[in-house]
């Protein structure tokens, strides 16, 4: 027996901020493991047409937004070919959306174990995010094969593409945090999120070109870390230099908006078995 | 002896505001309670689910935990599982703890039934390598053989059930917590799983069960807790408060009665206001064998248009099942009752029940679809005694007498022939 197991566990009610116990969380790593393999599980295993679907959804998608944009309003995206510029743009955004909503609303839709057994709760929001993980690999997959087929050279800067999708990861686990833990409290939350994350769509260059976007606007873009995200994200897929102070911006909001979640989960975490 | 559990005065306030129990609040509320002015909120009373509660149970101690609805019992558990915090007070476990408050929780019907062994096991504290080592053991517990990689979506509700107790069944913490989980599946099956647990007592490990089943509390565990509006009123050998329960007014309420909305068994459709038993028009626990009983049900049908049935069950003190009657009162049998307030009454009849106490639990339930809207277990309770008036089905007879049920039956007698034309 571990001298960790020798010790015992107190129960005592706790109050104020504390932060998460990551090694509690690292003891419970195995069932992280396990959420994440259940809903990917589940997910391929209920929709007939699994990946199929996956790979049908972003391409269809885009080529909406192609007809939209494009071939209806004239959107340039310069050199590159406007639908493969979509793509590359709705990857990364495609995969932070789905990791916020899935996250935002994941406490509730576990409300069921919440409220009969004991484990970190944190790991519930965390294993939402990681199970878009094979999604987004899916969609990465597509794109490689667009930029091939469209005989846009994939260069060296494709090394930054695992930077740029695990900014978003934990960015999206920070928003997951936040909001997962204020839609217990307050149910409107899951009817926001959506709309949330529609109006944050069009706030941030994943349709269009930044360059389209007139001067008196560009502020918008400079002030939402998403956009540094999707931009190195296109750098690294269609060559192109990496936007660093966007980055870095992005990477300091998101710790910022990582460790407030953290604390303000853990301090609501208490309160969810009695609320849920 | 070393010490499992240590419980230091925990108490756990829960606030009823409004309508429901602590619940969750919309952003206008919120919003709304800015611009109202301070005390103009709706009060917020509190309430004390568990207040002072001390004890300490030593290491290999098996422990029932006994009390009627809402007096506590599952706060308790739930505090000493970790799922909900106490408001104060403090308690340490020494040692792995797990609980099961539910048999199967997090099963997925999309999962095999591998898959869930893995996934439950998980939910529960086991590792990966002791469940992957358990696996075989778990199965042939669960019966499920060649099942094993169908989704559980198409086993049985038998098969479904064995095998979310099979995982739990394998849970070997140090601590276990248990609470009811016996309370469905078969009864072979049942017998198997306390067996289970008898073995897992014996192995050192240190066991809590709360159980409405005063059988099996006595069976399993040598100690018991009696709970009542969230204190420990009784702590000792549990033969002795499994009786202290069933002859104090815990054990037997003859009126049940819930003028307050907010904490009156509901839902949408259906109110229970009040459940009382009688016997020759009086409010009483105390029956006599040969007079007959009347189970009185006071309930408000809250919306119109549903054909809603009053029912009863009722349990001796072995927990078994006595017989369950429905109200098919020719007037109202399927037809929608309109809102309003009835009272439905049973008339069970005299020279029924055995001796002893009779538990009823009371729902109101629509029939087709079945769909039960209110159901209030253990809501009544009462004593049947059997005066030794010598008109009962006792006759002279002053031993114990066996049986569920003691019907006074009417004997026929025939001389077919006298003795001296038998030689």
Redesign the interface.
Same mark, same amino acid.
């Given at each position: 027996m571990s001298a960790l &197991?020798q010790r015992?566990?107190?129960?005592?009610?706790?109050s104020g901020w504390r932060p998460i116990d990551l090694r509690e969380v690292w003891e419970y790593r &195995?069932?992280l493991a396990?959420f994440v393999w259940?809903d990917i599980?589940?997910r391929y295993?209920?929709t007939l047409l699994g990946v199929v679907w996956v790979v049908a959804q972003p391409l269809l998608t885009a080529l909406i937004f192609t007809v939209l944009f494009n071939r209806m309003a004239k959107i340039d995206a310069g050199n590159v070919p406007y639908s493969l510029f979509i793509m590359v743009g709705l990857v990364p955004w495609s995969f932070f959306s789905a990791g916020v909503s899935a996250s935002g609303n994941s406490l509730i839709g576990s409300s069921?174990?919440?409220?009969?057994?004991?484990?970190p709760r944190v790991i519930v929001p965390a294993a939402s995010v990681l199970s878009g993980f094979v999604d987004m690999v899916v969609t990465v997959a597509l794109v490689v094969v667009m930029t091939l087929v469209y005989r846009v050279g994939l260069g060296p800067q494709i090394l930054f593409l695992p930077l740029a999708i695990a900014v978003a990861a934990v960015f999206a686990f920070g928003v997951g945090l936040w909001l997962s833990a204020l839609n217990? &409290?307050?149910?409107?939350?899951r009817v926001v999120i959506p709309f949330l994350l529609q109006l944050w769509m069009y706030a941030t260059p994943v349709v269009y070109p930044l360059h389209v976007v007139p001067e008196r606007y560009r502020w918008i873009a400079a002030i939402n870390p998403m956009t540094g995200i999707v931009e190195t994200f296109r750098a690294a897929m269609l060559g192109g230099a990496v936007p660093w102070s966007a980055l870095g911006y992005s990477v300091a909001v998101t710790l910022m908006v990582l460790v407030s979640g953290a604390y303000y989960f853990r301090r609501m975490e208490?309160l969810f078995?009695?609320?849920l | 002896m070393t010490r499992a559990i240590e419980a230091e005065h925990l108490a756990k306030k829960y606030l009823i505001g409004g309508v429901k129990e602590m619940s969750y609040r919309t952003l206008r509320d919120s919003l709304g309670s800015l611009f109202r002015r301070r005390g103009g909120a709706p009060a917020r009373e509190t309430i004390w689910a568990l207040r002072d509660v001390s004890f300490t149970v030593d290491r290999g101690e098996v422990i029932g935990i006994i009390g009627r609805n809402g007096a506590g019992k599952s706060t308790l558990l739930k505090i000493l599982s970790r799922i909900t915090e106490p408001t104060s007070g403090l308690a340490r476990l020494y040692g792995r703890a797990g609980s099961l408050l539910e048999v199967g929780t997090g099963f997925h019907p999309e999962l095999t039934g591998r898959e869930n062994i893995f996934l439950n096991g998980a939910i529960l504290g086991m590792r990966r390598a002791e469940i992957a080592r358990k696996l075989d053991e778990i199965v042939a517990f669960a019966e499920i053989g060649q099942f094993l990689d169908t989704p559980v979506k198409r086993y049985s509700s038998g098969m479904y059930v064995r095998l979310a107790f099979a995982v739990a069944a394998h849970l070997d913490t140090e601590i276990l917590i248990v609470d009811e989980v016996l309370a469905v599946g078969d009864v072979s099956f049942q017998r198997k799983c306390l067996n289970k647990m008898e073995d897992v007592g014996r192995h050192g490990r240190t066991i809590l069960y709360v159980s409405h089943n005063l059988a099996s509390i006595t069976r399993l565990c040598p100690r018991a807790m009696l709970v009542d509006a969230g204190r420990i009123v009784h702590d000792g050998p549990s033969h002795e408060v499994v009786r202290h329960y069933l002859h104090s007014d815990l054990g037997t309420t003859a009126a049940r009665e819930w003028p307050d909305n907010a904490t009156a068994p509901a839902d949408d459709v259906v109110r229970l206001r009040a459940v009382r038993v009688r016997s020759g028009g009086a409010v009483t626990s105390k029956v006599d064998i040969r007079r007959p009983v009347d189970i009185e049900v006071e309930w408000e049908a809250l919306e119109g248009g549903h054909p809603l049935v009053p029912n009863l069950h009722f349990q001796n003190e072995e927990g078994l099942v006595v017989f369950v009657t429905a109200d098919l009162d020719p007037e109202w049998r399927g037809r929608a009752r309109a809102p309003g307030r009835y009272v439905s009454t049973a008339h069970v009849p005299g020279n029924y029940f055995s001796e002893g106490t009779l538990v009823v639990s009371v729902a109101v339930s629509t029939m087709d679809p079945v769909r039960v809207h209110v159901y209030e277990r253990d809501a009544v309770a009462f004593d049947v005694v059997d005066v030794l008036s010598g008109d009962t089905a006792r006759g002279d007879y002053g031993g114990q007498i066996p049986g569920v049920v003691r019907p006074l039956l009417p004997w026929t007698n025939q001389l077919l022939a006298p003795a001296e034309m038998t030689r």
């Open positions: &197991e015992p566990i107190v129960i005592a009610p706790s &195995e069932l396990i259940r599980k589940v295993r209920q069921h174990l919440i409220s009969k057994v004991y484990f217990v &409290e307050y149910r409107d939350v208490r078995a009695d609320v | -």
